[in-house]
């Protein structure tokens, strides 16, 4: 069985910075594509940023150049660093990794979100 454990969400004032953090574990072969989405109440849940195996990066064109992610393999973690917040990223962010488990498929896999919050 495979988890995916978000961390990092909180109460920010807009301007200001934090950092998710998704560890993956269990009986983990490979990990390929990884991304974060979010979701805001009332609203579809959306791609903000995304990530290959080879370190190629997708960003929604509302966070782009204030977010970053990344990737440490040896970790099977995903991070995103987001900066300059602004209240509309106000959302459940949640973790997606596509991963291929020991003498299994590949399949696609999804954290239990953590609350972002943006206000003043």
């Known amino acids: 069985q495979v988890q995916l454990v978000e961390s990092g969400g909180g109460l920010v004032q807009p301007g200001g910075s934090l950092r998710l953090s998704c560890a993956a574990s269990?009986?983990?072969?490979?990990?390929?594509?990884m991304g974060w989405y979010r979701q805001a109440p009332g609203n579809q849940r959306e791609l903000v940023a995304a990530i290959t195996s080879g370190g190629s990066t997708y960003y929604a064109a509302s966070v782009k150049g204030r977010f970053t992610i990344s990737r440490d393999d040896a970790k099977n973690t995903v991070y995103l660093q987001m900066n300059s917040l602004k209240p509309e990223d106000t959302a459940v962010y949640y973790c997606n990794a596509d991963i291929v488990v020991l003498a299994g498929p590949e399949s696609d896999y999804w954290g239990q979100g953590t609350q972002v919050t943006v206000s003043s």
């Open positions: 269990g009986n983990i072969r490979s990990i390929y594509n």
